[in-house]
């Protein structure tokens, strides 16, 4: 049921819910899902090719900005599906969506965006795509459900 609903996600991670992770209240806490993101997020970049951009040219992303939408709670134990797919391509910037499924629940426990910029580290200045990397994020996006 998890798997289902992420069917639009063409990387998808599976992170166990750790007991460190449970705030006060016993559930996952807020910031947590961020760390959730950022696994589905890097994992997407190794597939695209931004990362072997980085390691060659040092052309690699910085995180411009991020958002959540929490929508249900999340408990230990319990392991989240966290699904992350790009939604937008621009010259120097691409946008991402992220879900995190309870594989428990069968729910959606949270919904998520983040602006991706390119950025030259040796210049220490945004620049364009590399065409690798666009091309890179065309296959991941028609490779199907991760």
Not at 72 to 96: C, K, N, Q, S, W
Not at 104 to 133: C, H, L, M, S, W
């Amino acid at each position: 049921m998890s798997r289902e609903l992420l069917a639009g996600f063409p990387v998808v991670v599976e992170i166990p819910v750790q007991w460190g992770e449970l705030d006060a209240y016993g559930h996952v806490n807020n910031a947590v899902f961020f760390r959730y993101f950022e696994s589905a997020r890097i994992a997407y970049l190794e597939r695209c090719g931004l990362i072997e951009s980085y390691r060659r040219d040092k052309v690699g992303a910085i995180l411009h900005s991020t958002s959540c939408r929490f929508r249900r709670a999340l408990f230990y134990p319990d392991t989240a599906l966290i699904g992350a797919r790009v939604t937008e391509v621009g010259e120097d910037r691409f946008t991402m969506a992220y879900c995190v499924a309870s594989k428990t629940q069968g729910e959606v426990a949270a919904e998520g965006t983040g602006i991706v910029v390119i950025f030259d580290y040796n210049r220490r200045e945004k620049t364009a795509i590399p065409a690798r990397v666009r091309e890179g994020i065309a296959a991941v996006e028609r490779s199907g459900p991760g």
